[in-house]
């Protein structure tokens, strides 16, 4: 069973990812909630993010940042493909 704070952070991390998806759509790529424990977010990179040498930028300067402005109890962001 999700806690209601897990569930804000479900929301919060699938609005901000949201908000890139036209950057991501605009290069064939994307990325996906996977799960939230505890402090740790996991991501999926798709599509062509996956490998692009400016992926570090976006996600690291762009999503990773929003999130944890957003959500300052987030301690790690994981990616996975």
């Given at each position: 069973?999700?806690?209601?704070?897990?569930?804000?952070?479900?929301?919060?991390?699938?609005?901000?990812?949201?908000?890139?998806?036209?950057?991501?759509?605009?290069?064939?790529?994307?990325?996906?909630?996977?799960?939230?424990e505890h402090d740790t977010v996991?991501?999926?990179?798709?599509?062509?993010c996956y490998g692009c040498s400016?992926?570090?930028?976006?996600?690291?300067?762009?999503?990773?940042?929003?999130?944890?402005?957003?959500?300052?109890?987030?301690?790690?962001?994981?990616?996975?493909?």
């Amino acid at each position: 069973m999700k806690t209601a704070s897990t569930k804000k952070i479900i929301a919060t991390v699938e609005k901000i990812l949201s908000e890139f998806n036209p950057i991501f759509e605009a290069h064939g790529g994307g990325a996906e909630l996977v799960a939230v424990e505890h402090d740790t977010v996991t991501l999926r990179v798709i599509g062509n993010c996956y490998g692009c040498s400016l992926a570090p930028m976006t996600f690291g300067m762009g999503v990773d940042e929003m999130i944890r402005k957003e959500l300052p109890q987030i301690k790690e962001i994981k990616y996975t493909v």
